[in-house]
């Protein structure tokens, strides 16, 4: 049985779990602080060749978070993506190249070294045919290989970019650049730009939310999550799958919420006093965000809990409960959308596939990665889509560079294991929902995926792209700081149209 | 009256003549005027970055000169024939400028048409033209204190508001001495300064403070956000890195109050100055908190450019408040700067010696005990026996290792690579090559090398493997402390010019061609140890082998490059630093304070054009810093860019005021210039404000009140550890970890764990916690820290709902509620009432109100009906301090805790 029939077997299923479902989506969005009314109209949007307001005349200290409509209406409200640090290997999963396997074992020919620079090939390496079998799936008849059979069911939701290409070759100012348009550290990250352009939709939960897995936070660290130059407020904020889910949201021990309930209210009875005396709004303010901590403190662990979710659920995303590893963190990420969460970034880690080690082989650790991130990301699609969330929510997956056609010789040595080493030139990424026209295969690279022919996509593309789904024209969407306006794209980026419905 | 009739006709026409002849003429001012109609207008297609139709409104040379259509846009006196007003009032959409755009308003097209008239002069923005004397305005009442306060009364009266009544003596305490020391005052301090009702109490005060050792620790916080300092590398494996005695060099030199141009000179350039001393190194760290990166198969020299682009971006961002990061890619799109200035710029900072190495070079290296007195003596013996020069640089060799050549420049390898990219390793028959090296009057090589093997050979050839043998070198394996590098020196035949060298290495021990067999970390090609045949040679020749491999203390710093290591610098296109334009030599812009022509065209050069009292931006940045940590904002609240896109300054006579006192009345000292701004009644004023008041002036510009600012993230954790008693008044030394959440730290290839601090380094200032960039300590980030990965030119405050969690259940924070509260129970032994009174005063010093003390006693109330019912409860909140948990103490906890949330405890009021 495919996923997708085991899932719709339980469709009937989830109708009784809705009734009982206190919080739905409908609900939540009663409780948020979304509507007109509640919109600051000032308009944080101004062209380059203005002169921009100060930042203290727009930025509301006293309430960041305040939900704001975007430029124009944009077809999603809310992003989930999914980075997979360390980058997977395009040639063992989305791009097709049946002629590499001929070449498997040769030499590279040297037209393809010259003037390069690879951050650990040295000298001659050898080709790499796949090390793994492909077929096309779907009625669009996208090619993926046997790594990933649960994706393969959904490709007609997915459009596959697979001309990617970065001008960087190591991972952290790579990830920086994906994340935050520049492959130095200074400049905000998309998450942030989306909540700061757009608010939070749910006053009890941050705008902006990042789930780590894989043992190690990415190479880049938490600046791909940094808010730059923006105001701190909007960075995003961490959330872990074991122990406290938010840093602090854990009374001290021996306190009860009775008592810290009155620790509220006697904190704030004698903040009004304060305020009637010297009628600083700021102090309303922090009267306000004791109020909202203390329902964060309810809120937060609540989403954070996966426990509650039925067996089917946990069965089609392979989740398991109390673990911190990537399936829970998918399965939080739509719990989190849900919810109004504007942006979800997942970080998995553990891609670096070169070879030195068995963990690092394409023909082994690969696989093993794939069997874990597989079933998660496709569960997330279909349940997205029966919730009638897959429309407004964006999915990205992808990462930081790809990987080489070429066989890696670290130091010009024969390696351990078959790996291949960074590649920035091409490589595959996938969006789905949030307007993204499913079935679609755009860009392609030449007969041995090293280099791009056509469609080829930069990570500034691709932001301009997510920013145009959100409803933010990326050229216009710009902060001041240090006397000049920024954006996410810098001077670049072009919307991908082509995978655009 | 008909008589008179003539009279005062003559008298009006007298009148009306010299009217017409001294009547002001509107004259159009250029930076206030056109400025801003061309930065809004016209810029953004007609600048720095884009100059459509050849036409550029940047310069005026540019402005005036022919367009793509052959003839100029603008002719000075002749509105008529310039195109630019022309194509202003185009009918044709086609033509009219703004293209696609709205037309300029009638009274911005009559400004230019005007300026046009009248000459078309140009004029600089005010930053860029040098300080200048200001006249304190001459309004002056009962309020007014110091020259500061006629500038804020006269802007005040202006908009037709009134300032504020000073603000109670508590309050006042408590304001001045976070803001000169991070901390309440101390007892003594506080109760001499509240009875003391003398004139001179409130300055007495402040002299106190600014003698407290605690004053250096406080601006020290400030400065490291400018320096961007960190105790880790940054990047992806974000290692550890020793660099805490920048730190301290920070708090001296803040609390002996250096001169602000010395303490900017040691900083920039101290590695050049006469002599430098320890200190002078140290000082020069500031650069070298630009970060490295560790990770695997990263290019060196791109990141070695990124930390000199940064060295660039930072000096003009933190120090002259300019955006001077724009001129990188092309010329600066609204202020006077040209894209090659920018690399004319980075040139002064392009010969330093690092080069993204892993250990850092070139490193201070400060010698411990019996070596640092050996140092003193082969210094001597070789001032005697050979000469002073040689003897300073033997003396400078030892502390640097500098000049060296690190082996990362080696390429060509065969059977071998750059290991980790650091390193030169060659395996059995492996061969480099190592570039471009200067052997005029060398006769000795020095080499740094580790080996597993013993028996190998190290042959060097001049300019290719099958040229002229230079040396062939024995290596055997390596063994020892600090990794098993070795020093090694080998006599070399003389050979005169540059040379690639190629290096060889054959070892029949080594079985397999896999391995690499030597490691080599740098090359010194220098003369032999001078004064062979005097008395005393070989032991001083040995002391310097044996001092060379001593165990130090080591700062990474600046250090120049000689002669033969000099780097060109190229302009980068588009910012590209692999597309090198025209090389250029060091030059500071046009457009400011031309260096000295006596002055060496190097980094010390450029910190003596910096302190330079006509450089406009030094002290003017500086004032306006520190207004904004008194005030909350600057006198222009943009602090990283005062050009013409930053905010327009609120008093700007004010601000060149205080600069031009800096620098000659005060002589650069920063604790003058503090003075005077606390001395002032502007600062003085109470910060309450009201409802109209809030209406006219919401971020108090004008200052009709005194500043009322949430704490920083520093000061909020060295108040709640003073409050609670627990503050550890240790200072300087290495960075310490204080109680921190498990799972924070996850860098990948890194095993560094935060381990934490024990006894009262558990308890230090939090200047002293150690800052790891890509996870810095939780707290320090939600109350508004940055990264410091770059240069933090100013903290934006926020006000967020995870702030509120951190200080309520932080086990920091939770902890030192605990302490408050038993703190409050030594004040009084008994009575609750007093106890959270004296607890109160304790904090304020001011009396609490009835209606604070009954909140907190309604919260105490209710905590203690609980935990009388709950000891399990009662235990956990106390902790294991008692041994006798009584709910009482259970439930001051609990109000503690309250206490040390509360919105007047988290602000300076």
């Not at chain 2, 660039?312 to 092309?330: D, E, I, K, R, Y």
């Not at chain 2, 800096?662 to 003085?684: G, P, Q």
Request: net charge neutral; charged share 25%; with cysteine.
């Amino acid at each position: 049985m495919t996923q997708k029939e085991l899932h719709n077997q339980r469709l009937l299923k989830e109708a009784e779990y809705k009734t009982l479902e206190h919080q739905t989506r409908r609900h939540f969005l009663k409780e948020s602080a979304m509507g007109l009314g509640a919109l600051a109209l000032g308009s944080l949007f101004y062209s380059c060749d203005s002169k921009s307001p100060s930042l203290a005349s727009f930025f509301d200290a006293t309430n960041p978070l305040a939900p704001r409509p975007p430029m124009f209406p944009g077809k999603a409200k809310s992003v989930i993506y999914i980075h997979m640090a360390g980058a997977p290997s395009q040639l063992e999963l989305f791009s097709y190249k049946p002629e590499l396997a001929k070449l498997d074992g040769l030499d590279c020919p040297p037209s393809l070294l010259e003037g390069k620079k690879f951050a650990f090939i040295r000298g001659v390496p050898k080709m790499l045919g796949p090390q793994a079998k492909f077929s096309q799936h779907g009625k669009s008849g996208l090619w993926l290989s046997e790594n990933l059979p649960h994706l393969s069911t959904v490709v007609d939701d997915m459009a596959i970019l697979n001309a990617v290409t970065t001008d960087q070759f190591n991972h952290a100012p790579a990830q920086l650049l994906m994340h935050t348009g520049t492959p130095r550290l200074g400049r905000p990250s998309m998450g942030s730009w989306v909540t700061y352009g757009l608010g939070s939709e749910n006053k009890n939960l941050p705008g902006f939310v990042v789930l780590t897995s894989g043992g190690n936070n990415p190479d880049a660290g938490k600046s791909v999550w940094g808010s730059g130059f923006l105001p701190s407020v909007y960075q995003g904020v961490q959330c872990r799958s074991e122990g406290d889910p938010v840093l602090f949201i854990k009374d001290p021990p021996g306190m009860d919420r009775d008592i810290r309930k009155a620790s509220i209210d006697a904190i704030n009875k004698i903040n009004k006093e304060e305020y009637e005396e010297y009628k600083d709004p700021e102090t309303l303010s922090r009267i306000a965000q004791y109020e909202m901590a203390y329902k964060m403190q309810i809120s937060v662990p609540e989403v954070m809990n996966i426990n509650d979710e039925p067996a089917y659920i946990h069965e089609m995303y392979g989740t398991k409960p109390g673990e911190a590893n990537f399936a829970n963190n998918v399965l939080l990420a739509r719990k989190l959308v849900e919810k109004g969460v504007r942006f979800v970034q997942l970080f998995d880690w553990g891609w670096d596939t070169h070879g030195d080690s068995a963990g690092n082989a394409v023909d082994i650790g690969l696989i093993n990665k794939c069997r874990k991130v597989d079933r998660p990301i496709t569960a997330l699609i279909l349940d997205l889509k029966q919730r009638g969330l897959l429309d407004e929510t964006l999915v990205i997956w992808g990462s930081e560079f790809g990987r080489t056609p070429m066989l890696e010789n670290r130091e010009g040595k024969k390696m351990p294991f078959k790996g291949r080493d960074h590649h920035a030139e091409a490589y595959s990424m996938w969006m789905a929902g949030g307007g993204i026209k499913g079935g679609t295969s755009y860009g392609e690279t030449d007969e041995i995926g090293y280099s791009t022919v056509s469609g080829k996509v930069d990570a500034f593309d691709i932001q301009a792209t997510i920013l145009n789904q959100l409803g933010f024209d990326h050229e216009k969407f710009t902060f001041e700081s240090q006397g000049r306006p920024f954006r996410l794209t810098d001077v670049s980026g072009k919307i991908i149209h082509q995978i655009i419905s | 009256m008909k008589r008179l009739l003539p009279f005062i006709v003559s008298i009006v026409l007298v009148a009306l003549v010299v009217a017409f002849i001294y009547w002001p003429v509107e004259k159009i001012d250029y930076n206030t005027q056109v400025k801003p109609i061309f930065n809004k207008k016209c810029i953004s297609c007609h600048g720095g970055v884009k100059q459509k139709a050849g036409f550029s409104l940047l310069f005026q040379e540019e402005a005036l000169a022919k367009t793509e259509s052959g003839k100029p846009a603008i002719i000075p006196g002749n509105p008529d024939e310039s195109e630019l007003i022309r194509r202003l009032l185009a009918d044709d959409p086609e033509e009219r400028m703004p293209y696609k755009h709205d037309a300029l308003s009638k009274e911005e097209i009559e400004i230019l048409t005007k300026w046009i008239k009248q000459g078309a002069e140009w004029g600089e923005h005010w930053a860029y033209l040098p300080v200048k004397e200001e006249e304190v305005p001459s309004i002056k009442n009962d309020w007014t204190k110091n020259e500061i306060d006629p500038f804020i009364l006269a802007k005040l009266s202006d908009q037709k508001l009134t300032p504020s009544a000073e603000a109670d003596k508590p309050t006042l305490l408590r304001r001045v001495s976070l803001d000169l020391t991070g901390l309440p005052p101390d007892e003594k301090m506080a109760t001499k300064f509240l009875n003391d009702n003398s004139e001179k109490a409130y300055e007495n005060l402040i002299d106190d403070l600014m003698a407290s050792p605690r004053y250096g620790e406080r601006w020290t916080a400030l400065w490291m956000d400018v320096a961007r300092y960190a105790d880790t590398r940054g990047y992806e494996a974000d290692r550890s890195r020793t660099i805490w005695k920048y730190r301290d060099w920070l708090i001296h030199a803040f609390n002996e109050d250096k001169p602000y141009d010395e303490f900017l000179m040691e900083q920039m350039a101290g590695d050049l100055m006469p002599n430098p001393d320890d200190d002078k190194y140290i000082a020069t760290a500031f650069h070298r908190n630009t970060m490295t990166n560790d990770e695997g198969g990263t290019q060196n020299e791109e990141f070695r450019t990124a930390a000199v682009l940064d060295r660039v971006n930072t000096t003009w961002s933190a120090l002259m408040g300019t955006s001077f990061n724009c001129v990188q890619c092309h010329s600066h799109p609204y202020d006077p700067f040209k894209h090659d200035e920018y690399y004319k710029f980075m040139a002064f900072f392009n010969n330093t010696r690092d080069e993204d190495t892993q250990s850092e070079f070139p490193l201070l290296r400060q010698y411990k005990g019996a070596d640092s007195v050996k140092l003193l003596h082969l210094k001597d013996w070789l001032s005697t026996n050979v000469n002073h020069e040689k003897s300073d640089e033997y003396y400078k060799f030892l502390k640097t290792w500098q000049p060296t050549i690190n082996s990362l420049q080696c390429d060509d390898f065969k059977n071998g690579a750059l290991i980790s990219s650091w390193y030169a390793g060659l395996r059995k028959d492996g061969s480099c090559r190592l570039p471009n090296v200067s052997l005029d009057k060398t006769n000795q090589l020095m080499f740094s090398y580790t080996s597993n093997f013993n028996g190998g050979t190290w042959s060097i050839y001049i300019d290719s493997l099958t040229g002229p043998l230079l040396k062939t070198v024995s290596l055997s394996k390596t063994e020892g402390h600090r990794e098993n590098w070795r020093i090694v020196t080998t006599g070399i035949p003389t050979v005169s010019g540059r040379h690639n060298l190629y290096f060889k290495y054959s070892n029949p021990a080594v079985k397999t061609f896999d391995e690499t067999a030597v490691l080599f970390e740098w090359f010194q090609f220098g003369e032999k140890f001078p004064g062979e045949g005097k008395a005393g040679f070989d032991v001083a020749r040995k002391n310097f082998m044996e001092l060379m491999h001593a165990e130090v203390q080591t700062t990474p710093i600046l250090f120049e490059n000689n002669k033969e290591l000099f780097r060109s610098t190229n302009v980068f296109e588009r910012g590209n630093w692999l597309v090198k334009g025209n090389e250029v030599t060091p030059e500071v812009p046009e457009i400011m304070n031309a260096m000295d022509p006596k002055a060496p065209k190097n980094r010390l050069g450029l910190a003596l054009w910096m302190v330079d009292k006509k450089n406009p931006l030094v002290a003017r940045t500086m004032a306006n810093r520190l207004w904004e940590q008194l005030f909350g904002q600057g006198l222009i609240e943009t602090l990283e860019d005062l050009g013409t896109q930053g905010i327009p300054p609120t008093h700007q006579e004010l601000l060149d005021h205080l600069s031009w006192k800096f620098m000659n009345d005060f002589d650069w000292s920063i604790k003058k210039l503090l003075k005077e701004m606390v001395m002032s009644a502007t600062y003085r004023q109470n910060s309450k404000t009201n409802e109209e008041l809030q209406k006219i002036d919401p971020l108090n510009k004008f200052y009709a009140r005194g500043p009322r600012i949430r704490l920083s993230a520093e000061q909020l954790r060295d108040q709640a550890l003073a409050v609670s008693n627990s503050l550890s008044g240790k200072m300087y030394g290495k960075s310490v970890m204080p109680f921190q959440p498990e799972g924070i730290w996850r860098s990948p290839y890194n095993g560094d764990k935060w381990v934490m601090s024990q006894g009262e380094d558990q308890n230090r200032r939090a200047l002293y916690t150690y800052w790891k960039r890509t996870a810095p300590y939780p707290t320090m980030i939600t109350f508004d820290g940055g990264a410091r990965e770059v240069c933090v030119t100013r903290r934006i405050r926020t006000n967020t709902p995870l702030q509120a969690l951190t200080s309520l259940n932080d086990s920091t924070y939770f902890v030192m509620a605990r302490n408050f509260a038993f703190k409050m129970q030594e004040l009084d032994t008994k009575d609750v009432n007093n106890q959270i009174r004296k607890g109160y005063e304790h904090m304020m010093f001011k009396p609490i109100t009835e209606t604070k003390l009954n909140a907190l006693l309604e919260l105490y109330t209710k905590s203690l009906g609980t935990f009388t019912k709950n000891e399990k409860a009662t235990i956990d909140i106390i902790g294991e301090k008692d041994t006798q948990p009584k709910p009482e103490t259970a439930a001051l906890v609990v109000v503690a805790s309250a206490m040390l949330n509360l919105d007047e405890w988290v602000n300076k009021n």
